[in-house]
């Protein structure tokens, strides 16, 4: 059974830095690309960032583009989300979600995580 | 990348009705890689169809994905108390890969 548990969110002030962790679990992870998508309370899903397998290439959305950065560990089975520079329009539920592909373009996903809420405010 | 537009943005059925969502894009989605997803309050999201027709691993077969081009449509025969959640188009051809915002299924 896929397992995606994100872990990470919480309060940041504006202009501060969080990272979002996701570990993986019940396919092989090396395999697959991953990605990350995001929903404002209330608001619909907005893709963010997605890497290939291997790291070989990554995605952005324009609106992180600059600010995050997504990163993998293969050996821990594990993807990244650094955000540097949050907005209070960064504020959101993330998802962690399996790509179908090795490649994270084209960007379908199959399996998401529950999310993991991140809060920005002073 | 191509703009996705839903519609209706609600739709108050029985169960038992029949459902069509719309799904249209600003341009032509190559190799219509087309993907519905359902939310239900609270959880996250669930892979319904890709490639604009496919069902996803586990989808009973009540639902159907057509379309190509830039006109889409989800289409559930008959609704069970389940199936009453939000539906989100997405295309995945080019990045960024955009959702539609989405149709709300009520209980009539």
């Known amino acids: 059974e896929v397992q995606l548990v994100e872990s990470g969110g919480g309060l940041a002030q504006p202009g501060r830095s969080l990272r979002l962790s996701c570990a993986a679990s019940?396919?092989?992870?090396?395999?697959?690309?991953m990605h990350w998508v995001r929903q404002a309370p209330g608001k619909g899903l907005e893709w963010v960032s997605g890497?290939?397998?291997?790291?070989?290439?990554?995605g952005y959305a324009d609106s992180v583009r600059g600010r995050f950065t997504i990163s993998r560990d293969d050996a821990k089975n594990s993807v990244y989300l650094q955000m540097n520079s949050l907005r209070a329009e960064d504020m959101a539920r993330y998802y962690c979600?399996?790509?179908?592909?090795?490649?994270?373009?084209?960007?379908?996903?199959?399996?998401w995580g529950q999310g993991t809420l991140v809060t920005v405010s002073s | 990348e191509p703009v996705l537009t839903q519609s209706p943005a609600t739709l108050s059925l029985s169960p038992g009705a029949r459902a069509t969502l719309s799904c249209r894009a600003s341009?032509?989605?190559?190799?219509?890689?087309l993907a519905w997803y359902q939310q239900k309050p609270g959880q996250a999201p669930r892979l319904l169809i890709y490639?604009?027709?496919s069902r996803a691993s586990g989808i009973p077969d009540r639902f159907t994905g057509r379309g190509s081009g830039t006109d889409f449509t989800l289409t559930i025969t008959r609704l069970e108390p389940e199936d009453f959640a939000v539906y989100y188009c997405?295309?995945?051809?080019?990045?960024?890969?955009?959702f539609g915002p989405g149709t709300k299924v009520e209980i009539k």
């Open positions: 341009h032509s989605i190559s190799s219509n890689y």
């Open positions: 490639g604009a027709s």
């Open positions: 019940g396919f092989n992870f090396d395999d697959f690309a």
């Open positions: 890497i290939s397998r291997r790291s070989l290439s990554v």
């Open positions: 979600a399996k790509g179908f592909y090795g490649d994270y373009a084209p960007g379908l996903v199959d399996f």
């Open positions: 997405q295309q995945y051809s080019s990045s960024p890969f955009t």
